[in-house]
């Protein structure tokens, strides 16, 4: 499975952006999706996941209620539709699949990994 991230960039706090995770290769719908973040000094953090099949979605305390993950089965794509965002949300943020029909919190378990997008979030 290969997984490419796009949409990061920089905004001022309190604005929006939308993370995008296009699937290739051996992906399907026995699979749940992740976005994680990471910054120079804290390890990498679980931020939302979502269920291919069925759509079930989790998310973090930090970020409920302000991010969304949803996903396109006519695109193999998931995104990460980010508002109200604050500074303290400012890290590399990265998009990961795991084989299953449950979601983990747990970066270990999933298998395949993109090679992380930044987001900037100014004050």
């Known amino acids: 499975v290969q997984l490419v991230e796009s949409g990061g960039g920089l905004v001022q706090a309190g604005g929006s952006l939308r993370l995008s995770c296009a699937a290739s290769?051996?992906?399907?719908?026995?699979?749940?999706m992740g976005w994680f973040r990471q910054t120079p000094v804290n390890e990498r953090e679980f931020v939302a996941a979502i269920v291919w099949s069925g759509g079930n979605t989790y998310y973090s305390d930090s970020v409920k209620g302000r991010f969304t993950i949803s996903r396109d089965d006519t695109k193999n794509t998931v995104y990460l539709q980010m508002n109200s965002l604050k500074p303290e949300d400012t890290a590399v943020y990265y998009c990961?699949?795991?084989?299953?029909?449950?979601?983990?919190?747990?970066?270990?378990?999933?298998?395949?990994w993109g090679q992380g997008t930044q987001v900037t979030v100014s004050s």
């Open positions: 290769g051996r992906a399907s719908s026995s699979y749940a």
């Open positions: 990961a699949a795991k084989g299953g029909t449950y979601y983990s919190s747990s970066r270990y378990e999933y298998d395949y």
